[in-house]
């Protein structure tokens, strides 16, 4: 019985929950963490409650976080060895940096930055002390190319994979691999976002896609591929990098 299991976060978003079927097929453990919805994950881990524990947090509550998952752990006795981080926090206000609410802003980069600094530091204490362990970031290639209305998103994103290349030069003596992952547009079920989000993810996307030499969007197997190798037993010497997964276009 395998003893390894991967830890996901965002389980119930589009990558988050292709990533869980994707991994659950392959035959690993996993923990999924999830925020407020779980519809496209529920069947997975009602069906599969040995090989699946569902966390249920707030990325930004770092002490329910480290409790609930020492508690998951401690009753499964299972030895964390990849993350996923997926979670993310959007920007739904569409609106530019002189027209934000400071309040808001701060809202998406708590998310997104201590979110991941708290599933980082939460995940390494079991990492190290197994001196076993690889880490997938996610980013974006707005991290490079910025995103008209969409400053906190843009910053925090372009952190996350300063995180990612820091932590890397940190945790490599602790054999702790870690890894940005920063796709383009991918073509995903939107229909969780409001009208006008949607609206504004549909026009940002047909301006995009016109600057795409490969002409669409990255489909979840298109980043599944490069994620799966990145945290495999093949990969021990790739870390501290930020991959851009966008079709060509720089
Ligand atoms: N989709 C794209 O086109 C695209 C392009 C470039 C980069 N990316 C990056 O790829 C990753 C996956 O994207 P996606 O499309 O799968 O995103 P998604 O469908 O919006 O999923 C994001 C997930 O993060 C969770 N979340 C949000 N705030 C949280 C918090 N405070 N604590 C815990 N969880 C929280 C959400 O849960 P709730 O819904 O329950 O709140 C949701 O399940 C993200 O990091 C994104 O930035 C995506």
Redesign the pocket.
Known sequence: MKKNAIII????????SYFSKKYYELGDNLIL?????DHRIKKLVKDHSDRIKLLQ????DYSMLSAKLEKIISETDWKPDRLIH?????SHTIKSLADSDPEIWKGTIN?NLF?TFNILKTTLKYFKENKNGKIVL????VSRIGLPKGTAYAAS?AGIANIGRTLAAEEATNNIIVNTV?????K?DDS?FSESYRKFRQEYYKEKLRDIPLKR?ASFQDIFGLCEFLLSKDNSYITGEEFFITGGKI
């Open positions: 976060t965002g389980a119930n978003g589009n990558v988050g963490i999830i925020h407020k919805n947090v707030d990325l930004t997926t979670a993310t926090a959007r998310a979110g996610f980013g974006s290639n994103k920063s796709p383009g547009p991918i995903t969780q969007c």
